[in-house]
């Protein structure tokens, strides 16, 4: 029978799964809006349109939302490689 190795790498915790969901969804959302305002652009829409309604919102959420989705990406990284790092030191 052959001795059994720790498991190199422990089962993601859960702040890693929320810090993964919640970039993935950011910008999920952002891509989403960006292609709305191609669209929109695309059927016709003028500047004066895209400045009432939900549109600003929409047109706002892609400079905000991808930059935060990326940063929440780096810190999902900085904290699965501080984690990789003390498995393998124990």
């Known amino acids: ?15 890693e799964r929320v810090l993964a969901f ?5 910008a999920l959302l952002a891509i989403g809006c960006f292609f709305a305002i191609m669209i929109g652009t695309a ?3 003028t500047q ?9 919102m929409v047109a706002v959420l ?4 991808l930059p935060l989705a990326f940063v929440l990406i780096i810190a ?7 984690k990789r790092g003390r498995a393998n030191r124990a």
Do not use: E
């Open 62 to 65: 892609p400079m905000i939302g």
């Open 43 to 45: 059927t016709g829409m």
């Open 22 to 26: 919640m970039s993935l969804g950011i």
């Open 48 to 56: 004066a349109d895209f400045g009432s309604g939900i549109w600003p």
């Open 1 to 15: 029978m052959s001795p059994t190795t720790p498991d190199p790498m422990p089962a993601p915790g859960r702040l």
């Open 76 to 82: 999902l990284l900085i904290i699965t490689w501080v």
